[in-house]
């Protein structure tokens, strides 16, 4: 009996050890971990070549190398790191790769020796992708439209650069994105032949750009299979700024003429987004994703086929309440793989194109960069939760052996505590189910009590997943010791296309009862929610509601609003891509007034009381800053308390370690504050 206590005892102290040993993620945790980005796979199936970026904390930067391993996930090695930044790894043979580094294309042999420079040109190479052969490539490269070679762009930009003028002239709109002045430079597709070493500009002359400069996919431009044609996306629309009107488009590499401009064939005749054109590999179709509403970014993306042989176009999946993602062709061209939102996953799905049955194959993922083993055997593919980032994974081409290639931050996951995410359901506007995820907090004990962090996403069509964001972590707002509930409400992708639609011309609609009724399910009906300390943060659209609530309920305690939309009509002047207010609030400020004044957080300054933590930056050109000094004057001029951290070197998002450390502690110093 004695022993049997003493072994009680001796496990019980033993999972205290363990427990004590562990600790609550961190920002330098999150900083310090390892982030997978492009993935490739050997012809022959038996390696994943990948770009793992690091960041420093004390030098503010990241930096990417390559590493390789073997499929069945055994001997990771990096094979290439410098203080340049290696990436974009792409195999050449089942022996060489090929990689971006300073901004040009290298190869090397698989261990990393015999680095050789490929490419050489003063405008540089981004966007890789290799002719079935490897004799050619296609890539993007930003130049002057109005000059044909390589001399006279790098003679332009050194009398700009020596102009004692800085001034812009702009004489149309979207002449700034997201944080750039886009100034007389367009991307442009390059043909380069690794034989001959000449290189052509596809686009030559053209005002337009490739890839598109908004709205694109992973995959904008291909070969076909025997490398005799080229596939891309262009929008030519005249306003940039008010179309959503991508279309595909085919070059024949029998027209390149060096210093000629090559005709191109459109083939695409929707009014809103094409994108991702994908050559079948027997070369008898070209596969792409389409919307049907102009003017709408948000729309479903259905599966188009474009046989080559007839020209004919046919919709696959217009009746299909499903909007398809990534995309790759089986090896006999019957099936189609591809992701897509579900709930709060990125599941993957298998579509065949002559029945028509759409197979669900793997359901809780959220996976990224789909890749198909040239035996159609395996998909490979990046997959993460709330608890890791992205890993390389493997399973078989029915869903089952779902296997882990890559651990690259096992060690340091090792001693933190998490807890995987959880899910509610509740009655939304018009009686909809609303689905919402719940993080506990590390540590967690049921029969504490403890504070509520209220998340709501951005886009406004996008949705919270099961995943690990770098930016707005679920577990890094839980790690101080809150609940956190993110709800996916009206407007949220994965639930079908009238879920979406709905927060369209209704901002602070449905959209606000959906996140009321889940709030209110949330502290009513879990014990450990101490109700009288709730916070809410939001970014973007979700910075709009953050703004909205402030004006409409005061259920929170604090609240923090990070590159959120404040005055409507004021917003419409200053943002670039119009289509997306012209869509959302049903024409111009001056075509629907009454929407504009509607749900413009602006007019009901005279009921704000909620303190408030305002964050914005300056290079934000998707919601410029101004919409924060608004927001931050009316707080002020109101009594209620607030503060306005503006970052000077940061843009939608903050990127930079120290920033980032600063974004975190303001927001953890203010919800202790209350």
């Not at 296609?138 to 790098?154: A, C, G, H, I, R």
Request: proline share 4%; aromatic share 14%.
């Amino acid at each position: 009996m004695k022993n049997f206590i003493l072994l009680v005892l001796l496990f019980l102290f033993s999972n205290l050890a363990t427990a004590q040993e562990k600790h609550a993620l961190s920002i330098d945790d999150l900083w310090t971990m390892n982030r997978i980005g492009s993935i490739d796979l050997s012809p022959d199936g038996k390696t994943i070549a990948y770009s793992v970026t690091t960041y420093s904390m004390e030098e503010n930067k990241g930096n990417s190398d390559i590493w390789v391993v073997s499929a069945d996930g055994t001997n990771p090695k990096c094979i290439l790191k410098s203080k340049e930044s290696e990436s974009s790894p792409l195999f050449m043979s089942n022996s060489k790769i090929s990689f971006i580094k300073k901004g040009q294309l290298w190869n090397c042999n698989l261990d990393g020796t015999n680095q050789i420079a490929i490419t050489g040109l003063y405008s540089g190479v981004s966007g890789v992708e290799f002719s079935k052969e490897n004799d050619k490539i296609v890539f993007s490269s930003m130049v002057y439209p109005d000059l044909v070679t390589q001399s006279e762009n790098k003679k332009r930009d050194e009398e700009k650069e020596t102009s004692k003028v800085k001034a812009k002239v702009f004489t149309e709109l979207m002449y700034k994105h997201w944080n750039d002045w886009r100034g007389p430079k367009r991307s442009h597709l390059f043909l380069f032949d690794l034989n001959k070493k000449d290189y052509t500009d596809l686009n030559l002359n053209s005002k337009f750009d490739v890839p598109t400069i908004a709205l694109g996919s992973s995959n904008d431009y291909s070969f076909s299979p025997n490398s005799d044609e080229i596939a891309f996306t262009m929008n030519d629309s005249e306003v940039l700024a008010t179309s959503t009107n991508n279309e595909i488009f085919l070059l024949n590499l029998a027209d390149v003429k060096n210093g000629k401009k090559t005709p191109i064939k459109k083939i695409s005749v929707s009014e809103g987004n094409d994108n991702q054109p994908v050559y079948s590999p027997d070369g008898k179709y070209i596969a792409f994703r389409s919307m049907a509403r102009a003017g709408f970014e948000a729309d479903k993306q259905t599966l188009v086929l474009y046989n080559r042989n007839t020209g004919e176009l046919k919709n696959l999946t217009d009746d299909l309440d499903i909007s398809f993602g990534e995309m790759v062709w089986s090896p006999d061209s019957k099936d189609i793989y591809y992701n897509s939102a579900n709930e709060i996953y990125n599941s993957i799905y298998r579509f065949n194109i002559e029945s028509g049955k759409n197979e669900l194959l793997k359901e809780k993922v959220v996976s990224s960069n789909l890749i198909l083993s040239e035996d159609g055997k395996k998909l490979f593919f990046k997959h993460q939760r709330s608890t890791f980032p992205y890993e390389i994974f493997s399973m078989n081409l029915d869903g089952t052996e779902l296997k882990q290639i890559t651990a690259t931050n096992k060690n340091i996951l090792a001693d933190i505590d998490m807890n995987e995410v959880e899910y509610f359901w509740t009655e939304g506007a018009n009686g909809a189910r609303v689905q919402s995820i719940i993080v506990k907090p590390p540590f967690f004990d049921e029969n504490k009590k403890y504070p509520m962090v209220f998340l709501i996403h951005g886009g406004p069509q996008g949705h919270w997943q099961d995943d690990f964001h770098f930016r707005w972590n679920l577990q890094m707002f839980a790690a101080p010791g809150y609940v956190v509930v993110a709800t996916n409400p009206r407007g949220s992708v994965g639930y079908g296309q009238k879920f979406t639609d709905e927060i369209s011309q209704d901002w602070g609609g449905k959209v606000y009862t959906d996140l009321m009724n889940s709030y209110d399910y949330a502290v009513n009906n879990y014990k450990y929610i101490d109700k009288n300390k709730t916070f809410a943060a939001g970014a973007s659209y979700g910075g709009y509601m953050i703004n909205w609530i402030e004006g409409h309920t005061d259920r929170f305690t604090a609240l923090v609003c990070h590159a959120g939309v404040y005055n409507m009509e004021s917003m419409y002047g200053v943002t670039e891509e119009l289509w997306f207010p012209e869509w959302e609030m049903g024409g111009t400020p001056w075509e629907n007034p009454e929407l504009y004044k509607k749900w413009s957080p602006h007019n009901y300054v005279e009921n704000f009381k909620t303190p408030m933590l305002v964050i914005h930056g300056a290079y934000d050109f998707r919601v410029p800053e101004g919409q924060a000094f608004e927001l931050f004057t009316a707080l002020q001029k109101m009594k209620v308390e607030s503060k306005l951290l503006y970052f000077p070197d940061e843009y939608h998002f903050v990127t930079k370690p120290q920033n980032a450390k600063l974004w975190w502690n303001s927001i953890y110093n203010w919800f202790k504050k209350f």
